[in-house]
């Protein structure tokens, strides 16, 4: 018997299946893939042989994931929905590491548990929120747009968070992929603030595509992975470079045939890469210490609400669209994972905390989408009551 052939069919049955059953829910489709990897974990694990390729192939979802939501993207023209980002995210920060660091002292970790903390804190998934707007058509609205730039600052934070990371372990730092890594970024900002006034492509030159699938699907592949590889080489994470080509791309007309060229390459890949993060869980450590981890989600869910609330009411919204922001930036996403199996492969943190930082960010991932709604209910129950 083909095991190869029977389990891709047993986990296409899986997620099938599960995505039955979330869309009954009104939950998102990228928790079935989580859930999938979860549950297929046993079977799979004996069957890949190398997890970290899996994990590399996976990682092109994201790029695509990430290349479309810069497509369905409008840079606005407001100064303000540019500067409050910036704002939030660094109130954020700076919230995020004193309320690690107050963890740190009552539990007594050392300075580079305390440090993957503030990490897993200060990063949420750009995936999971950014098909939340978008399946909610809230994307191109103000308070969406301030959402999505916010977590294009945390992804591009990435590439510091992972210098630091090195510094903290054995490996060696590099002062000039540092400063490219920085300049990179500042030359990002200045390409978003451009976006907003011309397209970067000309309709002329783009004619001959029209009529050509072959040659749409390969031109598209290129630049949504194109812009991921340069980004990469300059230091920052690949993620971003797929994003900006995606906004670039966006705002021409010639290319309004790609999203639909690139479409069953985005639902696959995008699958994949939130199923190997549901392989990293071990069910056994899930099941022998459930109480803390479902503690640990809520603690998480909890404080990260409350202080990404508090960075909302202090740049004047209300207290229903600041619980509303709350709830979108609650979890951790999968770059707070991403740092965390770093500080583990750089022996910073020892594999008891890792285990645990898995379990609860994976947990916080899969409840993240209730939670929103959980949030959102209260938040309006308790308006109504105080109008009245």
């Given at each position: 018997?083909?095991?190869?052939?029977?389990?891709?069919?047993?986990?296409?049955?899986?997620?099938?299946?599960?995505?039955?059953?979330?869309?009954?829910?009104?939950?998102?489709?990228?928790?079935?893939?989580?859930?999938?990897?979860?549950?297929?974990?046993?079977?799979?694990?004996?069957?890949?042989?190398?997890?970290?390729?899996?994990?590399?192939?996976?990682?092109?979802?994201?790029?695509?994931?990430?290349?479309?939501?810069?497509?369905?993207?409008?840079?606005?023209?407001?100064?303000?929905?540019?500067?409050?980002?910036?704002?939030?995210?660094?109130?954020?920060?700076?919230?995020?590491?004193?309320?690690?660091?107050?963890?740190?002292?009552?539990?007594?970790?050392?300075?580079?548990?305390?440090?993957?903390?503030?990490?897993?804190?200060?990063?949420?998934?750009?995936?999971?929120?950014?098909?939340?707007?978008?399946?909610?058509?809230?994307?191109?609205?103000?308070?969406?747009?301030?959402?999505?730039?916010?977590?294009?600052?945390?992804?591009?934070?990435?590439?510091?968070?992972?210098?630091?990371?090195?510094?903290?372990?054995?490996?060696?730092?590099?002062?000039?992929?540092?400063?490219?890594?920085?300049?990179?970024?500042?030359?990002?900002?200045?390409?978003?603030?451009?976006?907003?006034?011309?397209?970067?492509?000309?309709?002329?030159?783009?004619?001959?595509l029209k009529s050509d699938h072959e040659l749409q699907v390969f031109l598209g592949l290129l630049l949504s992975l194109g812009f991921g590889a340069l980004a990469d080489v300059a230091g920052l994470n690949s993620a971003i470079g797929s994003f900006v080509a995606g906004l670039c791309i966006g705002r021409t007309v010639a290319f309004n045939w790609l999203e639909h060229s690139l479409q069953p390459f985005r639902v696959f890949f995008v699958a994949l890469f939130f199923m190997t993060i549901g392989l990293q869980f071990d069910l056994e450590y899930l099941l022998q210490h459930g109480g803390i981890i479902l503690g640990g989600a809520l603690l998480v869910l909890v404080s990260n609400s409350l202080l990404s609330a508090i960075v909302f009411r202090l740049l004047g919204y209300d207290w229903q669209q600041s619980l509303y922001a709350g709830a979108l930036l609650a979890h951790t996403g999968e770059f707070g994972l991403m740092a965390c199996s770093l500080a583990y492969n750089l022996h910073a943190i020892d594999s008891t905390f890792y285990k645990a930082a898995i379990a609860i960010t994976g947990t916080t991932l899969l409840l993240s989408a209730t939670w929103i709604n959980i949030l959102k209910l209260l938040s309006r129950a308790a308006i109504l009551r105080w109008q009245k």
């Amino acid at each position: 018997m083909n095991t190869v052939l029977a389990t891709i069919c047993l986990a296409c049955l899986v997620i099938l299946l599960l995505i039955l059953l979330l869309k009954k829910i009104g939950q998102p489709y990228l928790i079935a893939y989580l859930i999938a990897g979860v549950l297929l974990r046993p079977v799979l694990s004996g069957l890949i042989p190398g997890n970290v390729e899996v994990e590399q192939a996976g990682q092109l979802g994201l790029l695509f994931l990430m290349f479309f939501l810069g497509m369905e993207m409008k840079i606005p023209d407001e100064r303000s929905l540019l500067l409050k980002p910036v704002i939030a995210q660094s109130i954020k920060i700076l919230l995020s590491i004193g309320f690690a660091f107050l963890l740190g002292y009552f539990f007594h970790l050392k300075i580079y548990y305390t440090l993957t903390l503030a990490a897993l804190f200060n990063f949420n998934s750009t995936a999971i929120v950014g098909e939340y707007l978008s399946r909610n058509k809230e994307l191109n609205t103000s308070f969406g747009t301030i959402i999505l730039n916010i977590l294009l600052l945390q992804d591009l934070m990435v590439a510091p968070t992972t210098a630091l990371f090195r510094f903290m372990g054995v490996g060696a730092v590099s002062v000039g992929k540092f400063i490219v890594a920085i300049l990179v970024c500042a030359a990002i900002i200045i390409l978003l603030r451009a976006v907003r006034y011309r397209a970067f492509f000309r309709s002329s030159m783009l004619n001959g595509l029209k009529s050509d699938h072959e040659l749409q699907v390969f031109l598209g592949l290129l630049l949504s992975l194109g812009f991921g590889a340069l980004a990469d080489v300059a230091g920052l994470n690949s993620a971003i470079g797929s994003f900006v080509a995606g906004l670039c791309i966006g705002r021409t007309v010639a290319f309004n045939w790609l999203e639909h060229s690139l479409q069953p390459f985005r639902v696959f890949f995008v699958a994949l890469f939130f199923m190997t993060i549901g392989l990293q869980f071990d069910l056994e450590y899930l099941l022998q210490h459930g109480g803390i981890i479902l503690g640990g989600a809520l603690l998480v869910l909890v404080s990260n609400s409350l202080l990404s609330a508090i960075v909302f009411r202090l740049l004047g919204y209300d207290w229903q669209q600041s619980l509303y922001a709350g709830a979108l930036l609650a979890h951790t996403g999968e770059f707070g994972l991403m740092a965390c199996s770093l500080a583990y492969n750089l022996h910073a943190i020892d594999s008891t905390f890792y285990k645990a930082a898995i379990a609860i960010t994976g947990t916080t991932l899969l409840l993240s989408a209730t939670w929103i709604n959980i949030l959102k209910l209260l938040s309006r129950a308790a308006i109504l009551r105080w109008q009245k």
